[in-house]
Each structure stands twice: as structure tokens, then as C-alpha cells.
């Protein structure tokens, strides 16, 4: 089996989850992709009604609004479900997330979920976060040497996001930094730290946000809880 038909599997069964008058967050990356598309399938069948949805990033507002769904601005009022896929899971259902330069809109979102449901294919299950992703970091296009700095001296190595010859730019106008730290390094004991610093926007760290967890592999979906 592919890893697009597991991904697919995942959301899927979280979209299952949506009723018909809720309010839904909507993920960014090729396993959100499914769920938005899903979604669309129900609400343009009838399945769902009143459906309305605040989509992470350009992309899956763009896809989002292409398979029919109402799609609104971000305000104060908490999400009955928002559905997401992740770059790494651990075991407490913690993540890395942001590989695909959405983590900000994806957080700003996320947290204000009751129910924030994790996608993913079983590749991404990791036993602590930074064993095989690097941690995107958004950062603030000015200053971004002194900032990337900063980051080094708490112990990060890495590189800019690149588009072609370009840094990667967000949908919010920054950067992103790809950080990697050594071995060991407790990473979600490292974010106040990195959150703290100086021209950091936001990291890719999402620490006790998830309630549960749709895991797609060969043998079938396994749901994981926090
Ligand atoms: O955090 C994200 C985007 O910022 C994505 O959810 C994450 O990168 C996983 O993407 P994919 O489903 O394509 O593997």
C-alpha cells in the first residue's frame, strides 16, 4: 500500500467525526489535502450542511473554497474539530509540524480546537520529536542572521528554508529555519527557550494541543489517544 492511500485512509476516518453545523479547522499539507477534499465531498452532497471552515494557510483556503466549502476568517470562536497531518508524532501525541511552512496559521487555529485531530501515515510515529524531522521555525525576515544566531547559541543547527535560489517566504511574509540539535535534546523542555527569542515568530512545536490521532499503515488505522 502507498503512502498516499494510508494518508488518505487517516482523513478519511477523521472526517467522520464532522457534524453538520460545525465549525472545522482545516490543515495544510498533502494529508490535510484528503480531509479537505472529503469534506468538500459531503458538504456538496448534502451529507453535512452548515458547515464553515478556517483554513492554515493560502493553499487550503484556495482548495477549501474550489470543493465547495464556506470558508470564514479567523476569529475568537472555538473549532468543534480542526484536522491536520504532522511532520512527527510522540508517543503523549505531541508534534512537530510546520514542514510544509504553515505552523503559525496551523497553531493559531489548532489551539483554539476542542477536538484537534492528528492525520498521518505511520511513518511520522517517532519515540521523541527531532528523531527524524527537523523543527521549523518561523522567523521575521529582518534581522534573520542575528535571529538564526540566537538559535544557534541555544544549541540549533540548520538552515533557511529554500524556494529555488530564494528563502521560502510564509504566508505571513517571514522565513522559516530548519533547526536540528543534538542528540537527546529535549525538545519539548526547548521551547520557552526557543520561543523566547528574539525575532522567533513562532515554532513548530505543538505541545499538548492534539486529543487524538488517526495513524494510517498497512494493517490498518490505529487511533491514538493523548
Ligand atoms: O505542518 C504541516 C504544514 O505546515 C503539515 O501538516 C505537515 O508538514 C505534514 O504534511 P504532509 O501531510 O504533507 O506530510
Do not use: C, W
Not at 48 to 68: C, F, W
Not at 175 to 188: K, N, Q
Amino acid at each position: 500500500m502507498d503512502l498516499e492511500a494510508l494518508k488518505k485512509d487517516a482523513a478519511l476516518r477523521a472526517v467522520t467525526f464532522i457534524r453538520s453545523g460545525m465549525r472545522v479547522g482545516l490543515g495544510t499539507g498533502s494529508t490535510a489535502k484528503y480531509a479537505i477534499e472529503e469534506l468538500g465531498r459531503k458538504v456538496t452532497s448534502g451529507e453535512l450542511t452548515g458547515i464553515t471552515a478556517v483554513a492554515t494557510s493560502e493553499a487550503s483556503d484556495a482548495l477549501a473554497r474550489a470543493v465547495g466549502i464556506t470558508v470564514e476568517d479567523l476569529d475568537p470562536r472555538p473549532f468543534d474539530v480542526a484536522i491536520d497531518g504532522a511532520d512527527e508524532i510522540d508517543p503523549q501525541l505531541n508534534l512537530i509540524k510546520g514542514l510544509g511552512g504553515a505552523l503559525l496559521r496551523e497553531k493559531l487555529v489548532e489551539i483554539q480546537a476542542r477536538e484537534f485531530i492528528v492525520i498521518a501515515d505511520h511513518t511520522k510515529i517517532v519515540t521523541a520529536l527531532g528523531e527524524k524531522a527537523p523543527l521549523p521555525i518561523e522567523v521575521a525576515q529582518f534581522g534573520v542572521v542575528s535571529t538564526t544566531e540566537r538559535l544557534r547559541a541555544l544549541g540549533a543547527t540548520g538552515e533557511l528554508r529554500m524556494n529555488g535560489d530564494r528563502p521560502f517566504v510564509t504566508d505571513n511574509g517571514n522565513f522559516i529555519f530548519h533547526a536540528r540539535f543534538p542528540a537527546g535534546h529535549d525538545l519539548t523542555a526547548a521551547e520557552r527557550s526557543l520561543k523566547g527569542t528574539l525575532g522567533v515568530v513562532d515554532t513548530g512545536l505543538f505541545i499538548g494541543m492534539a486529543t487524538r490521532a488517526f495513524v494510517a499503515a498497512p494493517e490498518g488505522v490505529r487511533e491514538l489517544h493523548r
